[in-house]
């Protein structure tokens, strides 16, 4: 018993037992630096299958299917007096021309349910594209001319190959003689795929080749400015004011107490309180972009409050010193002196702050911003919607071609935060000043 | 005359007051005995804010008595809005302006005048975010109140159904719904579990590695990483989560013959967890760069090695500040929306089994506003009830964590 603890004493380093120890404790050492390399490798891991899952899903939303039809402009269906008065064109059918081109193309197809589903091979989309380019070109009419036309969803889901065509039929939405038909179409080059403008250019719709993000884009640009433009003067206010002016006192201490407390607190509770008090005490419209931006801008208030303190706080105590000894005034030094040098700072904590207000989604359904609107909205009263709600209502749709479409918009959005924070390295890089 | 010409109206008068005022200004200063005078654009300014604040008052009080109308006839008031306001602003402008410009003269503190105002203006600013907090709670209390008036308070905390659906007609039997809220608290504090066994690990881990192991190239190119993870928008994991990890966790069920829901708490806790990762990671990061170095070459020193000394030394004394993360790690937790919204169930379920579906306090709180509400009814107050918990217990859970911190951060300073 006694020699073995003067032997772990250490009395003998080359003992066989302490040379096992030695290699044990080595063996632990390179396994937990392991399991920490693991940790970030995993985490890393988790990271890129979000994003391969997004992007491999969503990189399709970009590209729609065009479906090419030799279409007869006759004159019966669109202009039965032959006045081409301008607005006789505007109210006819030319939802009937695609159909007669459809017929024309599939000449077997006669029963009512085959020729309805052989109609939705093109969106209905496709009547207003003919309906312009009349109205551009009268001298179409009477013509035939083979005018490429917006697929519907499920021709759209086939040719991108997301329907499997191999599954057993009843489980398929498109069924086999729509295959046919569209093998017979892309055996014809009739099938296109194209840049999909309509994402970037429409409103939401209903119908999943037709919807874009436009209105939501436009929705988040009014929510974010209204919230800039009340966060951020706020916020460089109450910093200034905690940072130079407030005496420390009791009053002061709880707002700064507060406004930490502030910076955790759900964003749903915001939500509830924009609920509370801009729609049901003051009575703003529900749904617009001017009631969202407030709320937004409630709750990036302490985010952006907290950057601005820190980027004032940085600038040493010597310029203020300058400033006060050639005769400025407190508030001079703060406003000509202070606040210019950090300025940067406060800028980029305000992007930063902003960029969590374009990701947030829980706030703005307890407003309203949640309902459909195919509308691009025109004022910050309007009802809109802003592109995170516009990704959860498409996430909700059940049609398989929304999927590629949510994904297409998380690209978008993330695009979009990417440039913010980017914008705010790049202010912090390009003007950050050590002192 | 409506706003917009008003204002206009005010500007130009405003515009008008800062030539004039600045013009005086000239002539007073020179005439001025003190040594040091205000520059001619401050005398400006001055006439500007007696120009622009009384009637920007009196817009202030006007709005605040429409918001809580007067008694008064729809023609008299309709009278008064289009004649009498418009008047009063403008009276009150030009008074201001009048009275400014003949006070201008050498001996007027213009600065003390104009700096004071600018210093309510400041404090005003700072107090809205007190005005925010006050706010928060008064509109959570108000409508917690009316609902506990609809609903008995133990029947909310102790209760252990939940269908908040109230009949439709007020002789249906059988629907007036049940408000016992302990499966939504259940459930809650079983997805934060989850997502806690997830990121408490990988995030601690991760910033025991970055701190000492890492080189500093390797941390400069993989902090950065890590933090993408807290940008991404939270509505994006509700999609992932929804979409990817629950059908992944339901096929590997069907594959090894268990039943998991495609809308599992599983899914929304790892995803969850997922997210909160980089939050821990940062938060213990700068709590273990904080332990004193000597600590460390104590330890070196006696002959542990690096791992020894994060298991025996680093991590005992830097325990609370982890703590203190892992709170507020939690706080995040309880009050993330969006994942579970699209990730987890509506149905109310008492369950432990991390494989089925529960619902949280926050889905139900958007379930039960979103879309049309009736503000007396008390499906729609029971949000309201559950947001004040929800905003008490993240309180609570943030002053403990932040005392813990604070009363670690003592014992080296």
Known sequence: MTEQTQDTAGS??????????????????????????????????????????IFSKGYTAFVQTYVTLDITFSEEVIDRNGTRDPEELRLANYAKLVQNALRAKFPEVTSRRDLRALFSLVSNDAADTLRDMVADDPDLIGRTVPVSLLAGDDVDMVTKGYIDRAAVEDDRRVKDRELAWLDILEADGDISLRFNRGFFTNGDSREPEKAGIAGAM???????????????????????????FAPRNRFNDLIEVNINNLAAVPSIVFGLLGLAIFLNVAHLPRSAPLVGGLTLALMTLPTIIIAARAAIRAVPDSIRHAALGLGASKQQAAFHHILPLSMPGILTGTIIGLSQALGETAPLLMIGMVAFIADIPGSINDPATVMPVQ?????????????EKTSGAIMVLLGFLILMNALAIFLRRKFERRW | MSFYPLLIVLLLMSAVGYWFGSKKALGAVRKSTNFITPRPHQFGLYVVIWALVPPILLG?????????????????????????????VL??????????LQKIGPDLKVRKTI????????????????????????????????FFKKVPMSEFFFGLTWSPQTALRADQVGSSGAFGSIPLFTGTLLITCIAMCVAVPLGLLSAIYMTEYASQRFRSVVKPMLEILAGIPTVVYGFFAALTVGVFFRDIGDAIGIDIVSESALAAGVVM???IIPFVSSLSDDIIMAVPQSLRDGSYGLGATKSETVRNVILPAALPGIVGAVLLAVSRAIGETMIVVMAAGFAANLTANPLEAVTTVTVQIVGLLVGDQEFDSAKTLAAFALALVLFIVTLCLNVIALLVVRKYREKYD
């Open chain 1, 12 to 53: 003998n380093w080359n003992s066989e037992k302490f040379t096992k120890g030695l290699a044990k404790r080595k063996r632990a050492e390179v396994r937990f630096r392991r399991i920490g390399l693991l940790a970030i490798l995993t985490a890393l891991t988790l990271l890129a299958i979000l994003l391969f899952s």
């Open chain 2, 273 to 275: 967890g997922m997210m």
């Open chain 2, 91 to 100: 009276l009150a402008a030009g008074g201001g302006l009048y009275f400014s």
């Open chain 2, 115 to 146: 700096e004071g105002l600018v210093y309510i203006v400041l404090i005003l600013a700072s107090i809205i975010s007190i005005l925010t907090t006050i706010g928060i709670v008064l509109s959570l209390l108000f409508e917690t109140i009316q």
């Open chain 1, 218 to 244: 436009v929705g988040s640009l009014y929510t974010l400015v209204i919230t800039m433009l009340i966060a951020f003067p706020i916020g460089v206010m109450t910093a200034i004011y905690l940072e130079e």
């Open chain 2, 60 to 88: 202030a009080i006007w709005i605040l008595m429409q918001v809580t109308p007067l008694q008064m006839e729809v023609g008299l008031s309709q009278q008064v809005n289009r004649v009498l306001f418009p008047v009063i």
């Open chain 1, 391 to 403: 990704i959860f209502l498409w996430a909700d749709s059940p049609e398989r071609a929304f999927v």
